[in-house]
């Protein structure tokens, strides 16, 4: 009897977790496509797309691409570096384009495109699971091509794409696990996408496999939950805004996915600090179109479909109106998806506080990630606006920037941010990282201390946030960048009437250091000792020392030996204060060269 007790116990610890991995497919839509959109939605999708202006006009744009897509060949099992990335991403947007039109027009010749791609891409001999994000995304793109164009599939068919799902997209993904791969436990961009992307090819051919994808979406649900915390609690993204919109763009695929496939987000969307990622978006966005591309992010906005979803989801109006303004010549199918409400989606009601840009705060703090923004007005090409930044110089991307800004005015960009260099340069996410010219401190525009880079490990919190209608203000304790060479280092950003901004630096050491002040800038600088004008494209700025009165400015180039990056067009405004013990360094920055800074307080008497 204690026997068969044993082995009904043994039997049911075993049945439990299949038992369990199969409940998370039990209201799995049984027809396609359910992806994204289901079979139900269809006409009167269609029927929207043609009727609604604003959503035909996006649609001619996805079709003209769609059409060049069928003259081009499929990929090929070509890496650049480790990676078969750029292929991957290639793929989804063809599937993205090419399904859309098939999804709305029923055109044949889409169907039959995306199938040669897909059957060719069946027969890589893998999909370069040394390199996850290749499998993840790929396995993404598969899922949606079978899903939306199924019907154009013959059985034959079906199964080879299925099969490549399987073998070469979930297996790889299911070894991940068992060997607890690192992109099964982060919170970073690697486990939206890793974890999103398997799991839209799982739901795709759940009805045929449902073994294998059951067991790819609980695996994958409790993974993807984890990294929902990176946005808490305020919605700010430590990644900055280039991988904010790779990560919010697979988190998007992830939840529209199992929302259509199985009428549940699994709670994510209630995640704290999700409903808010949309205006850290917005914020990051300068007036001159480029961001503050912190971390290794490029400089442009670019467009992020995943806003509309946002949109949906808490009834923010501002998401939508944002996103429109992209959407209007940088024409992306999910927009169109995205974009629409569906019977069975949640809709809440409108928030009427965030209807429109306009109403955001033209100042913003993220306690999370520890950066701050700052800006005279909204929808104004011209209007003053600053982003800076404290934080983690651990968080994944980033560089040793802690103190470093970003200035837009007049329409144009003044303080840059390199970005980047070439992600296959040697060790470049490795032990060689932090000698490369971009990723190091010297390159942006912050402080500099014996022309050494920050504590790698070293947090900046901001420590004093103020918005007031005629100053607004940060400041950053940049103190655990240096230490070993200061005691005390912070940096203060103020806004002052909307029209100039004032840079306050205080550095106290008790043996003398050397302080470099940076400001990285495309315009042309006509620095003279204390002042410095620089033009760009027809406007003007003038930065000014305010103190102490023996600092000067020179210009430094930002040329880094190749195989760097080159940036002939950058050259560094910077201020060598040489060694000192004690400093407090002021800058004024504006484009009236008589605005006054006003009362000089120490940064430590900065209100709150």
């Known amino acids: 009897m204690k026997h068969l007790i044993s082995l009904l116990i043994l039997s049911l610890a075993v049945c439990s977790p299949l038992r369990a991995q199969e409940d998370v497919l039990k209201n799995l839509q049984k027809e396609h496509p359910r992806i994204f959109i289901r079979k139900a939605d269809l006409n009167d999708f269609r029927q929207r797309v043609k009727s609604d202006p604003q959503l035909a006009a996006w649609y001619a744009g996805v079709k003209a691409s769609a059409e060049k897509i069928i003259k081009e060949p499929p990929v090929e099992h070509v890496l650049i570096g480790p990676r078969l990335l750029d292929k991957s991403r290639r793929a989804l947007e063809r599937m993205l384009a090419l399904g859309t039109v098939y999804l709305v027009d029923g055109d044949t010749r889409m169907a039959d495109r995306a199938k040669k791609e897909m059957l060719v891409v069946a027969e890589f001999a893998d999909w370069n699971p040394s390199h996850f994000l290749d499998t993840a995304e790929m396995s993404n793109a598969f899922g949606i091509g079978y899903d939306w164009f199924y019907p154009a599939l013959s059985d034959a068919e079906r199964k080879t794409i299925r099969t490549a799902i399987i073998e070469k997209g979930l297996k790889p993904g299911l070894v991940g696990f068992e ?26 051919i759940g009805d045929t496999d449902p073994q294998i994808a059951a067991e790819i979406v609980s695996k994958c649900r409790g993974a993807f939950e984890h990294s929902m915390e990176t946005f808490a609690p305020d919605g700010g993204f430590p990644e900055g805004p280039g991988y904010w919109g790779y990560a919010t763009l697979y988190t998007a695929f992830y939840l529209s996915a199992t929302e259509s496939a199985l009428g549940t987000d699994f709670g994510n969307f209630a995640k704290p600090g999700f409903r808010e990622t949309g205006i850290f978006r917005i914020d990051c966005a300068g007036p001159s179109g480029m961001s503050f591309n912190y971390a290794d992010a490029g400089a442009g906005t670019g467009s992020a479909p995943q806003m509309m979803l946002l949109a949906r989801a808490f009834g923010i109006g501002a998401y939508h109106e944002h996103q429109a303004t992209f959407a209007d010549s940088r024409p992306h199918p999910l927009n169109l998806v ?7 989606q949640h809709k809440p009601a409108a928030d009427a506080k965030l209807a429109h840009v306009s109403q955001l705060p033209l100042d913003s703090f993220y306690k999370g990630v520890h950066v701050a923004f700052f800006r005279s007005a909204w929808n104004d090409p011209n209007a003053l606006w600053v982003g800076i930044k404290g934080g983690d110089n651990r968080a994944n991307h980033s560089h040793l920037d802690l103190g470093s800004f970003v200035l837009d005015a007049q329409g144009q960009r003044w303080a840059n941010d390199l970005g980047g260099d070439d992600y296959n340069l040697p060790a470049y996410f490795g032990n060689k990282r932090w000698t490369y010219y971009r990723l190091r401190t010297e390159s942006h525009n912050t402080l500099l201390l014996d022309g050494e880079n920050q504590d790698p490990a070293a947090k900046a919190p901001i420590t004093t946030f103020h918005s007031g209608k005629d100053r607004a203000h940060c400041v950053i304790d940049l103190s655990a960048a240096w230490k070993g060479r200061a005691t005390r280092v912070t940096r203060g950003l103020a806004m002052l009437n909307r029209s100039a901004i004032l840079v306050q630096d205080e550095v106290e050491a008790a043996k003398p250091v050397g302080v470099t002040w940076s400001f990285v800038t495309s315009a042309k600088i006509d620095a003279n000792g204390r002042q410095a004008t620089l033009a760009l494209k027809g406007k003007t700025m003038h930065v000014r020392i305010l103190s102490p009165e023996s600092a000067k400015f020179e210009v430094l180039s930002c040329n880094p030996p190749p195989p760097q990056k080159q940036q002939s067009e950058m050259h560094n405004l910077s201020i060598q204060l040489g060694k000192v013990t004690d400093a407090r360094l002021m800058v004024l920055i504006s484009a009236d060269e008589k605005t006054a800074a006003g009362e000089i307080r120490p940064l430590g008497q900065w209100e709150k």
């Open 179 to 204: 060997k607890k791969a690192f992109w099964t436990k982060v919170t970073h961009n690697w486990a939206q996408v890793c974890n999103g992307g398997l799991s839209v090819g799982a739901l795709a």
């Open 338 to 344: 995205w974009g629409s409400t569906f019977p069975w």
